[in-house]
């Protein structure tokens, strides 16, 4: 029953510990065995997000009233989800919002929770990838390694569930790399600084950090697929990057790397100018010769039928090199002086971009996991921003003010508010300071909604963030990127806040 997943997901976003998170899952996953388990992992994990059933975060703030008892399956909730998910034509929005209010009647308090923050991705449970690896390993009985692989080739939570579930080991080792089926991206972990990164990884290749589209490139003989961090298919979007793949002296092919809009200058545009080409569905050749994609690719997984995706960096970037054009990768230095390291990093600043990567010659190719095979250096920018309104938490964060709204001083400037809203984060708050936060700006309310807390500006905040971008959202027309609090600025007054000016300044430097 859907009812015992939702009590799980609360259970383990009420338990802070990954072994214990892990225990819970497994055994829920026991219970619903092969026939619902599958389902559980899709929706727990955020996989089912993908659905994008076309219903907006306002259509869940006032559910039906709740059912009094359980009945909903979990794959039954799954499937009439994707039933959501398929409503088009003429009066789709009705028939959808139709269906979901249907959905939420027959659920339960628990589940109506349960699907509202699987609905607009806010769980925040902690039951991600990979701890839901390893909940599905401790479940199936088989090892952690076999499920974390067979997620890496298959990509879907759910699949491999399936997989682990029913079928055990020989299962999953069925899963290997298939061209024309993405392959989850490997990622970074971050270091303050190259010396930082260095201390880890020596010697290191430095690679320029793009502030561009990750894209995963597949091609078969003449067929070519393009496909995003989130393993979208976006081909049809972007016909210079099938154009580039075409033309590699290969018949097969799996190219990692970036897509980004360049100006005549050669510098990077905007990140939400290579965003807005990329998700666009308009005609595409005439988005092309607008605003034109450069591919940069910086790792190669396989090619004419060899996987590459054991092998070490250093094997994988001598066989990308040759069949890759240089003006098609990532800039690339291999050192281990400190010196060195950071003129790499002034010299990508320098160029536009937003830092480094470094990289262990020696790692075979992680995908989708975090290590220190790959260590992103990118230097921040803060603010000290003004809290406007907070946002009640979930999960764990029940009961607490969690996720703020942040405001630079208008300065004055005609055509403003006093408080000009830049964007809101959540991330960076110890629970201590969770706690602190509440009790602070409960004490500053003036007013709330159904989900926020509004507060007299009074209380600075130093925000630390990646960049700006417009944003026809907020006042100013711009928002911040990938914001998290640094600390809260008590020695400062709200008059000392930041203004607008000083944010258009930044984003005028190409911040």
Known sequence: MLERVARVSEAVAAEPGRTAKIALLAACLRELGPQDGPAAVALLSGESRRMRIGVGYAALREPPSPAGSA?????????????????????????????????????????????????????????????????????????????????????????????????????????GLEVGRPVRPMLASSAPGVAEALAKVSPAALEWKLDGIRVQVHRDGDAVAVFTRGLDDITARVPELVEAARALPVRSAVLDGEAIALGPDGRPRPFQVTAARTASRQDPRRLRAEVPLHPY????????????????????????????????????????????AAAFLDDALAHGHEGVVVKDPAAPYAAGRRGAGWIKVKPHHTLDLVVLAAE??????????????????????????????????FKGLTDELLAWQTRELLAR?????????????????EVAFDGLQRSPRYPAGLALRFARVVRYREDKTAAEADTVATVRSLAADGV
Do not use: C
Not at 298 to 323: I, K, N, Q, S
């Open 445 to 461: 309310e003036t007013g709330r909604g159904a989900y926020e807390v509004r507060v007299r500006p009074e209380l600075v905040v």
């Open 71 to 175: 009945s909903l399956g979990v794959t039954e909730t799954e499937d009439l989800l994707a039933g959501i998910a398929a409503v088009r034509g003429r009066g789709a929005q009705a028939g959808r919002r139709h269906l979901l209010d249907e959905l939420f009647g027959r659920a339960t308090p628990a589940e109506q929770r349960l699907l509202q923050g699987v609905l607009v991705g806010e769980l925040r449970q902690g039951a991600l990838d990979g701890v839901m690896a390893e909940a599905v390993a401790k479940a199936a009985g088989v090892p952690a390694a076999a499920v974390r692989r067979a997620l890496m080739f298959r990509g879907s939570a759910r699949a491999v569930a399936q997989a682990a579930l029913s079928g055990g080991a020989a299962a999953l080792d069925a899963f």
């Open 297 to 340: 690719f910086f790792d190669l997984l396989h090619r004419d039928g060899t996987d590459l995706v054991d092998e070490p960096a250093d094997r994988r970037w001598a066989a990308l090199a040759e069949v890759v054009d240089p003006a098609q990768q990532v800039p690339r230095i291999v050192t281990a002086g400190p010196s060195e």
């Open 392 to 425: 009640w938490g979930s999960g764990r964060r029940r009961g607490l003010l969690s996720n703020l709204h942040l405001g630079a001083r208008s300065g004055g400037e005609e055509g403003l508010p006093a408080w000009v809203m830049l964007g809101k984060t």
